[in-house]
T-cell receptor
Framework: DTGVSQDPRHKITKRGQNVTFRCDPI?????LYWYRQTLGQGPEFLTY????????KSRLLSDRFSAERPKGSFSTLEIQRTEQGDSAMYLC?????????FGEGSRLTVL | AQKVTQAQTEISVVEKEDVTLDCVYE???????LFWYKQPPSGELVFLIR??????QNEISGRYSWNFQKSTSSFNFTITASQVVDSAVYFC?????????????FGKGTKLSVIP
């Protein structure tokens, strides 16, 4: 499968715990995006990487969120001290020139 | 700031009926791109189409067609002879060329149910 892959697909955690999601983009795609989608809403932009550089962050990305893309390949999104409001689907997308190709997402449930 | 409005929250049609999903956008940029994505129950967003702001030609792809009208800031999506497999949430999205990231601003989506 040469699409965008995300891991884990589902994560249930207790409030206050840390969680980390991984995204493997399509090979050779230099742009990588993280979005968050809550029930009944469209995806909302969180952050963007071009190669290994994080070039843009949404105000939705609080200090508890951190994203990395070492070596410009896979990316991780970590949420520290999770809150119930963090429960959502976290979507990763990659792009080479225009169209964004999305993974199946990582669903987070914070109890 | 960019904004995308999909006024139809849910639509139900009987199989083989035609259905149009509405999308209205707002932007001050003169160069922008419009997209439609399909999100089936599995959750993955599937890219359907991209149009740039300088190309107002309507496009047809099989049973799908798109009507882009700059005068009304609309980019509507029509499915002809709908099928059960078309049941999904459809999102309209916008990106502007001035933003280096080409990040997408999504509407809230329209849930389409096609009844056999």
């Amino acid at each position: 499968d040469t699409g965008v892959s995300q891991d884990p697909r589902h994560k249930i955690t207790k409030r206050g715990q840390n969680v980390t999601f991984r995204c493997d983009p399509i090979s050779e795609h230099n742009r990588l995006y993280w979005y968050r989608q809550t029930l009944g809403q469209g995806p909302e932009f969180l952050t963007y990487f071009q190669n290994e550089a994080q070039l843009e962050k949404s105000r939705l990305l609080s200090d508890r969120f951190s994203a990395e893309r070492p070596k410009g390949s896979f990316s991780t999104l970590e949420i520290q001290r999770t809150e119930q409001g963090d429960s959502a689907m976290y979507l990763c997308a990659s792009s080479l020139s225009g169209e964004l190709f999305f993974g199946e997402g990582s669903r987070l449930t914070v109890l | 700031a960019q904004k995308v409005t999909q006024a139809q929250t849910e639509i139900s049609v009987v199989e083989k009926e035609d259905v149009t999903l509405d999308c209205v956008y707002e932007t001050r940029d003169t160069t922008y791109y419009l997209f439609w994505y399909k999100q089936p129950p599995s959750g993955e967003l599937v890219f359907l189409i991209r149009r740039n702001s300088f190309d107002e030609q309507n496009e047809i792809s099989g049973r799908y067609s798109w009507n882009f009208q700059k005068s009304t800031s609309s980019f509507n999506f029509t499915i002809t002879a709908s099928q059960v497999v078309d049941s999904a949430v459809y999102f309209c999205a916008l990106s502007v060329a001035g933003a280096g990231s080409y990040q997408l601003t999504f509407g809230k989506g329209t849930k389409l149910s096609v009844i056999p």
